[in-house]
């Protein structure tokens, strides 16, 4: 069965740090992995990894895959009290191109 | 450019009543899929649909529910005889499956299921 883990599951910091999150997956058909945002209504797309060990970044914001550990991780420097919200993680499957996503970290960023 | 658009955001049925629940598309985009958001649970798929076709509905509940895109109009996620249980977030998102498909997700209807 399809499986993603994000952790922790939930994370309180203040304004100026930096988190990084975590995400694990087993997923047949692997074909690439979307990270989102969601904070009140529709979860926000942040960034596709398709490759192996190359960062995309925006801004503040950076993720990258590892598909040896079946993994990836999203970091968040220089936190802001905008960056409170759920981030989710989601491997799509080849085919029938459905998102499997975890439960989500949700993320506090206190003043 | 309008992102994806549900609507209704809120809807209360009572149990045995039917819902309806619509998606369009941002412009441009054939590939629509709904996902719904049981409470403390993450998004799960529940149907993917091109234009007038369903292409995978694998994680559709067998009976009650049915979904459809037509060749006009938005698409329909319809629940027939809503149960308690149905209580939950949909959302609806769409892509253009040739920008590597990436899935922009509406602000989802919350049904509540009295």
């Known amino acids: 069965e399809d499986k993603v883990v994000q952790s922790p599951l939930s994370l309180v910091v203040h304004e100026g740090d930096t988190v990084t999150l975590n995400c694990s997956y087993e997923v047949t058909n692997f074909r690439s992995l979307l990270w989102y945002k969601q904070e009140k209504k529709a979860p926000t797309f942040l960034f596709m990894l398709t490759s192996s060990g190359i960062e995309k970044k925006s801004g503040r914001l950076s993720s990258i895959l590892d598909k040896k550990e079946l993994s990836s991780i999203l970091n968040i420097t220089a936190t802001q009290t905008g960056d409170s919200a759920i981030y989710l993680c989601?491997?799509?499957?080849?085919?029938?191109?459905?998102?499997?996503f975890g439960k989500g970290t949700k993320l506090t960023v206190n003043p | 450019n309008a992102g994806v658009m549900q609507n209704p955001r809120h809807l209360v049925r009572r149990r045995g009543q039917e819902a309806r629940l619509r998606c369009s598309p941002m412009?441009?985009?054939?590939?629509v899929y709904w996902y719904r958001q049981l409470p403390e649970e993450g998004l799960k798929f529940m149907v993917y649909?091109?234009?007038?076709?369903?292409?995978?509905e694998s994680g559709m509940p067998k009976e009650r529910f049915s979904a459809e895109f037509p060749k006009e109009g938005p698409s329909i996620l319809r629940i027939q005889q809503v149960v308690r249980g149905d209580s939950a977030a949909y959302f609806c998102?769409?892509?253009?499956?040739?920008?590597?498909?990436?899935?922009?997700f509406g602000a989802g209807t919350r049904l509540s299921v009295l």
């Open positions: 649909l091109q234009k007038e076709n369903i292409i995978d």
């Open positions: 412009k441009g985009h054939s590939h």
């Open positions: 989601a491997p799509r499957q080849g085919g029938s191109e459905k998102l499997v």
């Open positions: 998102a769409s892509s253009l499956l040739t920008s590597g498909n990436i899935q922009y």
